[in-house]
T-cell receptor, first 113, second 114 residues
Framework: DGGITQSPKYLFRKEGQNVTLSCEQN?????MYWYRQDPGQGLRLIYY???????QKGDIAEGYSVSREKKESFPLTVTSAQKNPTAFYLC????????????FGQGTRLTVV | KQEVTQIPAALSVPEGENLVLNCSFT??????LQWFRQDPGKGLTSLLL?????REQTSGRLNASLDKSSGRSTLYIAASQPGDSATYLC?????????????FGTGTRLQVFP
């Protein structure tokens, strides 16, 4: 089945730790995205990538980093600089072009302990 | 700056009712609008995608309309079922500026009771 796989489903981070969220897609999509979802707020864009080895900051990139070394993979690192990382993180992908449909993974819930 | 609003925030209806969810956006310059469903603790499932040149799209019991000039979209659910209970999100892709991202509303939480 084609789709987007995010792992882990649940992740716990201690203060001062960096953690990496995995996102893999087998849809052969060029574009990939990371969104953050908080209760009562709409999804907010963290980073996106339109092509391998290139990515751009979204609206709330501070405290996060990404890489895009392979077309099918777009991992997100939540660094210790992110002061309020507890949230639900969603990865998405789409074909290139503004008229295309976006597809989402099942999400990773990150909690700071 | 494009903003997306969904009203109501929550809706509870008996099974069998036809219902309408609303989505409004402030800038009519959009490429498309997409409706999603989200179950608790889960990711988003794409329901319908309407391009800016289209007026509506249908999938099964779902029908989404788009009135770009007035900045509105509606999602019509016919003969609602308890399995339709979920949060419904709409998102627009701006037609100028940041065309690479989707801008989301905060969703309508729907409960259909037997």
């Amino acid at each position: 089945d084609g789709g987007i796989t995010q792992s882990p489903k649940y992740l716990f981070r201690k203060e001062g730790q960096n953690v990496t969220l995995s996102c893999e897609q087998n849809l052969n999509h060029d574009a990939m995205y990371w969104y953050r979802q908080d209760p009562g707020q709409g999804l907010r864009l963290i980073y996106y990538s339109q092509i391998v080895n290139d990515f751009q900051k979204g609206d709330i990139a501070e405290g996060y980093s990404v890489s895009r070394e392979k077309k099918e993979s777009f991992p997100l690192t939540v660094t210790s600089a992110q002061k309020n990382p507890t949230a639900f993180y969603l990865c998405a992908s789409s074909e290139q072009g503004a008229s295309t449909e976006a597809f989402f993974g099942q999400g990773t819930r990150l909690t700071v302990v | 700056k494009q903003e997306v609003t969904q009203i109501p925030a929550a809706l509870s209806v008996p099974e069998g009712e036809n219902l309408v969810l609303n989505c409004s956006f402030t800038d009519s310059a959009i490429y498309n609008l997409q409706w999603f469903r989200q179950d608790p603790g889960k990711g988003l499932t794409s329901l319908l995608l309407i391009q800016s040149s289209q007026r509506e799209q249908t999938s099964g019991r779902l029908n989404a309309s788009l009135d770009k000039s007035s900045g509105r979209s509606t999602l019509y659910i016919a003969a609602s079922q308890p399995g339709d209970s979920a949060t419904y999100l709409c998102a627009v892709r701006p037609g100028k500026g940041d065309t690479d991202k989707l801008i989301f509303g905060t969703g309508t939480r729907l409960q259909v009771f037997p």
